[in-house]
């Protein structure tokens, strides 16, 4: 079972808007709004940002956002900031009744 | 607020089991909560192992599912991962992490992770 596709990085610079797609199979993003987004700062434990597609978690920044389109996923990111620097990670339930991780895109402030 | 804490020993040796304990503090174990492990493969990739309520019933990765066991421990507040017959694949950062309510897919609290080397 491959890992979910994203692009390895994306750059934007500060207050730009960038978006990363996260794709999959009519088996996992396409058949279920199981899907969340995480952040990772180098040397720290991921933080969730986006879950069940769209759903922002309390405390996280109104500048994410997720959406779904057929079998891809998306996390923008608007107004970008120096601290949004990080590794993106995707994930969705699968129909084999697991979980699958994307690859992450590392998301750099120009 | 509710912490997680993952501990065990850093270094396995190949075919041996590897053993960790993840402590809930600020919390009960003891809800509408799943509890999750976790890891990081060197070079980034995420992989779910598996999951546990606090009754004891597991869901295991298909992938992984005949080298592990998830226990639970409602007296000390913390559930267990062993995984066993490990490799030098194995290696990895180990995270204990919670699930949405009711389990829902996906994890909104996080250990800082522990750095399990297997080596000889």
Known sequence: QSALTQPASVSGSPGQSITISCTGTSSDVGSYDFVSWYQQHPGKAPKLIIYEVSNLPSGVSNRFSGSKSGNTASLTISGLQAEDEADYYCSSYTSSSTLMFGGGTWVTVL | ?120
């Not at chain 2, 999951?51 to 004891?56: A, D, K």
């Not at chain 2, 897919?105 to 080596?119: A, C, K, P, Q, Y």
């Open chain 2, 1 to 120: 607020q509710v912490q997680l804490q993952e501990s065990g020993p850093g270094l396995a040796k190949p075919s041996e089991t590897l053993s960790l304990t993840c402590s809930v503090s600020g919390g009960s174990i003891s809800g509408t909560y799943y509890w999750s492990w976790i890891r990081q493969l060197p070079g980034k990739g995420l992989e779910w192992i598996g999951y546990i309520f606090y009754s004891g019933s597991t869901y295991y990765n298909p992938s992984l599912k005949s080298r592990i066991t998830i226990s639970v421990d409602t007296s000390k507040n913390q559930f267990s991962l062993k995984l066993n017959s490990v490799t030098a694949a194995d290696t990895a950062v180990y995270y204990c992490a919670r699930m949405g309510k009711l389990g829902r897919w996906f994890f909104d609290l996080w250990g800082r992770g522990t750095l399990v080397i297997v080596s000889s």
